[in-house]
C-alpha cells in the first residue's frame, strides 16, 4: 500500500546524466564478414588518421563520416571520387536503418545496433526512468484489475512479439508503451508514436509507407531497431489496414513508386480505445490484420477500479511540491469518498488533472463542485478564486461540447472554434478530456 506521503521542500535540480554513446557495428561484407565494433561519430577513408580505415583503392582518403545519436544513426558523404550508396541509392547524407548496406567504391559495409542486454521485466514498477517522467501514473494501484494488467505488461515485455494495448481514453496507453519500449531494453533507441486518427489518410500514408520520389523514409525505418506505437489504429481506412498485413506479417513493406521490399525491425505495438473485436464484426476492421496485431492488453477505465484513488491520489502528491496542510486534505478519506462519485470519462488522466485544479484552487472538492455554476453577484468569494473557478467550468464545458459536436476530430474543432489545434490540445489534457466515444460504444458518455 502506498502510505502518506509528507511535504517535501524545493531542492535543487541534479543535472540529468547523459546516456553512453550507443554501440553499432559494422560488417566488412566483401571480407566475409569482418566486425568492427563502434560507438559515437566514425570517420571512415583510406587515411590513416580515420576512425575506420579502409584500405582500397577506390575508398577515398577521406570518404565519410557515420555518427549516431538517441534519435538514429546516419551518414554523409565528403566528396569522395565514388560517392557513397546506402541500400542501393547514391547519398550525400542520409539515415541508416538496422542492416543499412553500405558502400564505398568497391567495399561493402553492413551497419548494425549492437546487442542491447535486457532489462528484468519481472516489476514493471521498478523503472526510475519512468517514474520520474510520471508514466507509472495510471499504472498505480493494488486492486486484482491493476495487478493483472502490470502482470501481462510484465509477460508481453519479455518478448519482442506485437502487442495491442486497448483502453479508453486516459486510461494510460502511450505510458505502457513507453514502459514497454523500455523494458525490452530499448531505451536508448528510438520510441516513434503515429496518431492514425489525427492525420488526413493521404498524409498518413506517405508517413507509414514513405515513398520513392522524392525520396521519404517510412516512419518505420526511422523506428530502426526500436519501437513504434500506431495510436488509435482503429482510425485507419480499410485501405491502408491492407497496407500494414505484410508489415505485421512479413516484417516488409513496399514505398510508394517502389518495386523494392524494405525490411522492418523495429518493436510493433498498437492501441486503440474501443475494442478492435467488436469493429470486426462490424466489418470495419480486417480480421486479417486484427490477428496480427499481437497480444492484446486492456487497461482497466478508472471507474473500474475506484478502490486504488487513495494509492493514486498518493502517487501524484510524490511527484509534486504540495503544501503540507492541502496533503493532509487531499489524502482524508472524505476526499477519496467524493472522487468515488464521479464518473471519471477522462479516466486517470482526469483525475490526475482534478488534482492539480484543487491544488491550484486549495480546495479538496469532487468534479462537481468545482464546475458548478457559480453565482457572478456573490459578493462573499475573493475575486480570484471565483474567476478561477468560472474560467475552468467554462473551458471544461465549451470544449467537451466542442469536441462531440465535431465527433472527436481535434483538427476539425480548433477550426471550428477558429483556435490553434496545439492550444486545443493543451485544453483537452487540462481538463482530462479525450474523443468521444463512437456510436453504440459502452461506457459513460464523453
Given at each position: 500500500m502506498w502510505s502518506t506521503p509528507r511535504a517535501t521542500t524545493p531542492r535543487a535540480r541534479q543535472p540529468t546524466p547523459r546516456p553512453a554513446p550507443r554501440r553499432y557495428v559494422l560488417e566488412r561484407v566483401d571480407l566475409g564478414g569482418r566486425l568492427h565494433e563502434l560507438s559515437g561519430p566514425c570517420r571512415i577513408g583510406s587515411d590513416a588518421s580515420n576512425d575506420l580505415v579502409v584500405d582500397e583503392a577506390t575508398v577515398s582518403a577521406l570518404h565519410c563520416e557515420l555518427d549516431v545519436s538517441a534519435r538514429g544513426a546516419w551518414i554523409?558523404?565528403?566528396?569522395?571520387?565514388?560517392g557513397t550508396e546506402v541500400d542501393g541509392l547514391m547519398v550525400r547524407e542520409a539515415a541508416l536503418r538496422d542492416g543499412s548496406l553500405?558502400?564505398?567504391?568497391?567495399?561493402s559495409l553492413r551497419?548494425?545496433?549492437a546487442a542491447v542486454p535486457m532489462v528484468d521485466s519481472a516489476?514493471?514498477?521498478?523503472?526510475?526512468?519512468?517514474?520520474?517522467?510520471?508514466?507509472?501514473?495510471?499504472?498505480?494501484g493494488s486492486s486484482p484489475l491493476l495487478r493483472d494488467?502490470?502482470?501481462?505488461?510484465?509477460?508481453?515485455?519479455?518478448?519482442a512479439g506485437p502487442v495491442l494495448l486497448e483502453g479508453e481514453s486516459g486510461t494510460g496507453k502511450s505510458m505502457a508503451a513507453e514502459l514497454l519500449h523500455e523494458h525490452r531494453g530499448l531505451a536508448l533507441?528510438?520510441?516513434?508514436?503515429?496518431?492514425?486518427?489525427?492525420?488526413?489518410?493521404?498524409?498518413l500514408a506517405g508517413?507509414?509507407?514513405?515513398?520513392?520520389?522524392?525520396?521519404?523514409?517510412?516512419?518505420?525505418?526511422?523506428a530502426g531497431a526500436g519501437t513504434l506505437l500506431l495510436d488509435e489504429v482503429s482510425a485507419l481506412s480499410l485501405e491502408l489496414q491492407a497496407r500494414l498485413v505484410p508489415v505485421f506479417e512479413r516484417r516488409e513493406l513496399s514505398r510508394a513508386g517502389s518495386p523494392i521490399v524494405v525490411p522492418v525491425h523495429a518493436q510493433l505495438l498498437s492501441s486503440s480505445r474501443e475494442p478492435l473485436r467488436r469493429r470486426v464484426n462490424a466489418g470495419q476492421f480486417r480480421a486479417e490484420l486484427y490477428f496480427r496485431l499481437g497480444n492484446p492488453v486492456r487497461l482497466p477505465a478508472l471507474r473500474e477500479h475506484l478502490e486504488d484513488l487513495p494509492e493514486l491520489i498518493a502517487a501524484w502528491l510524490s511527484r509534486h511540491e504540495v503544501p503540507k496542510d492541502e496533503v493532509a486534505a487531499l489524502c482524508s478519506r472524505a476526499f477519496a469518498a467524493k472522487l468515488a462519485e464521479a464518473a471519471w470519462p477522462g479516466n486517470v488522466r482526469e483525475l490526475f488533472n482534478h488534482l492539480e485544479r484543487c491544488v491550484l484552487l486549495h480546495r479538496a472538492a469532487s468534479p462537481r463542485e468545482l464546475t458548478a455554476p457559480m453565482t457572478p453577484t456573490d459578493p462573499g468569494r475573493p475575486y480570484f478564486e471565483a474567476r478561477?473557478?468560472?474560467?475552468?467550468?467554462?473551458?471544461?464545458?465549451?470544449?467537451?461540447a466542442l469536441l462531440a459536436r465535431s465527433g472527436g476530430n481535434v483538427a476539425r474543432a480548433a477550426r471550428a472554434a477558429g483556435i490553434d489545434r496545439a492550444y486545443l490540445h493543451r485544453l483537452l489534457r487540462r481538463h482530462g478530456l479525450g474523443r468521444p466515444p463512437k456510436a453504440g460504444r459502452d461506457g459513460p458518455p464523453r
Open positions: 554523409r558523404d565528403d566528396g569522395s571520387s565514388n553500405i558502400r564505398l567504391g568497391n567495399v551497419f548494425r545496433w516489476r514493471l514498477d521498478r523503472s526510475p526512468r519512468a517514474e520520474s517522467r510520471g508514466a507509472l501514473g495510471a499504472l498505480v494488467c502490470r502482470a501481462k505488461l510484465s509477460s508481453v515485455a519479455r518478448s533507441l528510438p520510441f516513434l508514436a503515429v496518431e492514425c486518427g489525427a492525420l488526413p489518410e493521404v498524409d508517413l507509414l509507407f514513405g515513398r520513392e520520389r522524392p525520396r521519404r523514409l517510412s516512419i518505420f525505418e526511422e478561477g473557478e468560472a474560467v475552468a467550468a467554462f473551458e471544461h464545458d465549451y470544449a467537451q
